[in-house]
């Protein structure tokens, strides 16, 4: 079974930074691009950032602006997500998702296999 396992979420304080982590299991993460999505309350979900499957290449939303990173480390099978100078508005439930695809896509429907996600909470 394909699995994807999000952890590290939490409740921060605004300004404050979080690390994600994205664990797979039951597949090796090699020639899948990777995902970082967000949904928040009554939102649809949106890309944060995504890598190639060789980490050469990452793209971000524009909401970013040089705050978040993904990273990843093939022989641990894992990905990662640095977030910096978090805000209120990046609260949501964050999950990270695999593309049996080339490239950096960020649509939601080019992900074959997706985490349960990880709560970020960014409130005084």
């Known amino acids: 079974q394909l699995t994807l396992v999000e952890s590290g979420g939490g409740l921060v304080q605004p300004g404050g930074s979080l690390r994600l982590s994205c664990a797979a299991s039951g597949f090796s993460l090699d020639g899948y691009a990777m995902g970082w999505f967000r949904q928040a309350p009554g939102k649809e979900r949106e890309v944060v950032g995504c890598?190639?499957?060789?980490?050469?290449?990452?793209s971000y939303a524009g909401f970013v602006k040089g705050r978040f990173t993904v990273s990843r480390l093939n022989d641990k099978n894992t990905v990662w997500l640095q977030m910096h100078g978090l805000k209120p508005e990046d609260t949501a439930v964050y999950y990270c998702?695999?593309?049996?695809?080339?490239?950096?896509?960020?649509?939601?429907?080019?992900?074959?296999?997706w985490g349960q996600g990880t709560q970020v909470t960014v409130s005084s």
């Open positions: 890598i190639s499957s060789s980490g050469l290449t990452t």
């Open positions: 998702a695999a593309a049996n695809r080339g490239g950096t896509p960020l649509d939601v429907d080019e992900y074959d296999v």
